[in-house]
């Protein structure tokens, strides 16, 4: 789940629903993107399906678990079950979404308790799907693939987690300085910036034509999260259906 405070107010996003977004930035991408490809940026965060039906009520922490903070034994078995269900319609598809969720983890965290199985039985998995594909990408291609579901994700992240309207200096830190990604029509990657509450301002532009995104925000006022005592089923809190338009910037 995705939740960003404001005032006395935490404001939470499915992670399917910003993977919903992605998908649409994907869909709505400047070059043809393959069925396949688009089936694993939509679907690549369908392992957090069953763990965002409810707040969870984090101790010792100043707001409830979210995609970040949630305990990582909870998530290595969620994630592998959701690669499991995106490669019974798509393998391909759930290459891309195992390539995703691995890069997630190097250095120290490797040696956390699972890890290195996870990573392990992900990469055989990898491995044993491009051994059975009919017609195999190559490397380079693969590799454009992967990029693209990063950026997207990457986008979708900046658009949820950054209360709307924000200025550029109060930004998240993750995408302050523009997006890692780089394509042939954007050497030097993208940025982004809010222009009002409801446009974001991308340079280069990678969509044909302006791209307006719907999703559901879901409100928890931060006095009823302290005095919870048990998590809170998501589809008891009031929401409210967030818009955004990306753009091009104009002079």
Known sequence: MIIRKQDQMFHCIRQHDHAYISGEIAKHWIEPVS???LTGVYEHDRAWIPLDEKVRVATNQQMPYDFISFPLKWKLAAYTKGVDEVEVHSPYSAFLCSKHYCSFFSGSITSEPGVREFLTHEENRQQSILN??????SASERSQDFTLLQFCDD?????CMNPPGIQKSDEVSWFKNGFAQSFPFAPKGIQ???KNESEIMLEPFPFKKSLTLTFSVYELPSDTWKQADQDIPLDTLTHYTQTVTLVPVTV
Request: proline share 6%.
């Open 35 to 37: 069925e396949s490809v």
């Open 192 to 194: 982004a910036e809010w």
């Open 155 to 159: 986008l979708s992240l900046y658009i």
């Open 132 to 137: 059975t594909l009919e017609i195999s990408p």
